[in-house]
């Protein structure tokens, strides 16, 4: 008996060798083109101080809100983009805040606006904020103080409050 023999290119097997190799390349390819992409922007904006293995943040805003004892609320409105922060517990005369929305999962959609002073509330106005998860900060205007919290998906209120624990 005589075994009849086919041409490589219809054989299975082969296609099958050269398969695995050739979608490891192109994935390792795809990943590179996705890193490279997303740019080298940090998740936290905050000025950091990196020594060795150690990442050290300043914190001083966020003690002395606690020490100021600060909270607030920020209500949004979706269909205007309107922003309204109430702050209690705040004594200085403050004419502007500065609100950023940091998006959950993507730097590059961070926003940062001025809010303005309007009797006991700070106004703003902000576009495509809805239906994205942001994590909020505002600061006063010699950033001597910070309240953050947090903007779940179409949710229009979040609560603020110091970013650190007060070790209650």
């Known amino acids: 008996m005589s075994e009849q023999s086919r041409a490589w290119f219809r054989e299975p097997m082969v296609w099958l060798i050269i398969a695995l190799p050739l979608s490891a390349v192109v994935a390792g390819i795809v990943t590179l083109m996705i890193a490279i992409r997303s740019g080298s922007t940090d998740a936290v904006p905050d000025v950091v101080k990196r020594t060795a293995q150690i990442q050290e943040s300043d ?34 005369t403050d004419n502007t805040l500065t609100l950023k929305l940091l998006h959950a999962g993507r730097a590059s959609a961070d926003q940062e606006l001025r809010l303005i002073r309007a009797n006991d509330a700070w106004l703003g106005r902000v576009e495509g904020v809805t239906g994205q998860v942001w994590n909020v900060e505002i600061e006063g205007e010699q950033r001597a103080w910070r309240l953050g919290g947090r903007l779940d998906l179409d949710a229009t209120r979040s609560d603020l409050q110091p970013m650190l624990s007060t070790g209650d």
């Not at 001083?60 to 209690?88: F, K, N, Y």
């Open 59 to 92: 914190m001083g805003a966020d003690r002395r809100a606690i020490e100021l004892g600060l909270r607030g609320d920020l209500i949004l409105e979706p269909q205007s983009g309107a922003v309204t922060v109430r702050v209690q517990g705040l004594v200085t």
